[in-house]
């Protein structure tokens, strides 16, 4: 009897001593549910305008899924690579360009300039803005997003971005790297000839044939790194190539 005296009254207070603890795991629980999702570690990006009729102002990137006091990340975008950027942290997996700091101008049509879905999980963009569509309504400009860091855009490599509306063929000492329409692809070990250059020749796919668009001579990016854009020409009309050096060093 006296030990059924003992431990009841020790129940009673382990019971009292477990229930603040059991209380307070629950609503930390509860408190972490409710938390609003935070902003990734960010993803920097620099800007690249090509065959736009004018140079762009300074944009500002914008978080749709950012909160109204959010402020934009200034971008700078030239019509040449160079070590300007900005980082911009993220919550969600789409930016919106506009022409000012404030959050509330991702909601204005006059100052959205481009905008932006971010495919995969890149840590660093070259966004490369293109005249838009020309659609009641869309934004001046379309956004290319290409991966910007190593693994995607390693030293001494070429990256083809195909903006033409056909296939395309280039080939570089005979061998032969196709690309579809809208495609960006990466020749991470250019072949090279005898000169440490490479024999150039492009090609388009057109009315069931491969016809030469242009040929020459590609040197050896060495240690830098190159875009080569295929793109239809406003003025001619035709398929036309144009290299752009990038002298930064990838992330």
């Excluded at 196709?178 to 692809?185: L, P, Y």
Aim: aromatic share 6%; glycine share 10%.
């Amino acid at each position: 009897m006296r030990i059924y005296r003992i431990i009841g009254p020790l129940l009673s207070a382990i019971a009292v001593l477990i229930a603040p603890v059991c209380a307070a795991q629950t609503t930390e629980s509860t408190e972490t549910e409710s938390t609003p999702k935070e902003a990734g570690p960010g993803i920097h990006v620099r800007g690249l305008s090509f065959q736009l009729p004018a140079q762009l102002p300074e944009l500002y990137m914008h978080d749709p899924a950012g909160g109204d006091e959010a402020v934009g990340v200034k971008l700078t975008v030239k019509d040449y690579l160079n070590r300007d950027s900005g980082t911009i942290p993220l919550k969600g997996k789409s930016i919106i360009f506009t022409k000012k700091p404030e959050h509330q101008s991702i909601k204005s049509p006059a100052d959205v300039v481009a905008s932006l879905t971010i495919p995969g999980n890149p840590s660093s963009l070259i966004c490369m803005f293109v005249p838009g569509t020309g659609a009641a309504g869309a934004p001046p400009c379309r956004v290319y997003p290409i991966e910007d860091d190593k693994k995607g855009f390693p030293k001494g490599s070429l990256k083809i971005l195909n903006l033409s509306p056909l296939p395309v063929r280039i080939q570089l000492e005979k061998k032969n790297f196709d690309f579809k329409v809208g495609e960006i692809k990466v020749i991470s070990d250019p072949p090279v000839g005898p000169s440490n250059s490479s024999g150039m020749v492009a090609y388009r796919f057109e009315n069931g044939q491969w016809q030469k668009i242009a040929s020459g001579i590609w040197p050896n990016p060495g240690t830098v790194r190159v875009l080569q854009i295929l793109f239809k020409s406003p003025s001619s009309g035709q398929i036309e190539l144009m290299g752009i050096r990038d002298i930064a060093v990838p992330n």
